[in-house]
């Protein structure tokens, strides 16, 4: 098991009476000592939050290395690790849009995620802004919303040919737009162009 390394003093030089002042990490969750104060406590989740962010991007940092090194070899591999493979590819959809020096250690995952379909100069923006006033992604959503419904509408886009889907495919999409909190259209043109832009590099 690992573990994290919160844990009180130890007076007697007992390892397994250490042990039980730490949390413990195991493969289903963690074990939490009945004396663990509210100080080491938070600091267990200051630490589990930013394993989370982490794990976001090095999942996404990941499967795009395999799209790139191995092309279409890499879905197997993806799938043989045992993870969402929906979810790993929103990963790397994000990651995609930010090279390593562009992130924001001090925003999560989540901040990112919002602004991925920004273009990058008004990402910098909202990044900057997110960080000065310590929006959580919620307040960053609010507030980009608001920013858009104030601006004025663009001019009418040109239309797509009419297509003609199957049901269960149309709510296939659904079910993945929903899981990046996005409307179906838009989920769709995020897609088109996410799939353009690994075509045409």
């Known amino acids: 098991m690992d573990q994290l390394a919160v844990s009180k003093p ?7 009476g250490a042990r039980r002042r730490q949390v413990m990490v195991t493969s289903l969750g963690l074990q939490i000592p009945d004396a663990l104060d509210i ?16 794990t976001a991007w090095c999942l996404g ?3 795009v290395y395999g799209q790139y090194k191995y092309g279409e070899r890499y879905r197997a591999v993806a799938a043989a690790v045992n993870l969402d493979f929906q979810t790993l590819r929103n990963y790397a959809w994000v990651a995609r849009r930010y090279e390593l020096e562009s992130r924001r250690e ?4 989540q901040h ?6 920004v273009p990058p100069e008004a990402r910098e923006h909202w990044l ?15 507030n980009l919303r608001a920013t858009r419904t104030a601006t004025p509408p663009a001019p009418t886009p040109t239309a797509l040919p009419q297509l003609s889907i199957a049901a269960d495919r149309i709510a296939r999409w659904r079910d993945a737009a929903r899981r990046l909190g996005r409307g179906l259209e838009d989920w769709i043109v995020l897609t088109l162009d996410d799939g353009a832009e690994q075509a045409l590099s």
């Not at 130890?10 to 397994?16: A, E, F, I, T, Y």
């Open 10 to 16: 130890d007076r007697v030089p007992n390892q397994q």
């Open 39 to 54: 100080t080491a406590w938070e600091q267990v989740g200051h630490k589990i939050s930013a394993i989370a962010n982490c």
């Open 61 to 63: 940092d990941w499967l």
């Open 128 to 142: 900057d802004l997110a960080e000065e006033h310590h929006w959580s992604r919620n307040e960053l959503r609010r």
């Open 106 to 109: 001090h925003l999560s995952f």
């Open 112 to 117: 990112h995620a919002e602004l991925a379909a």
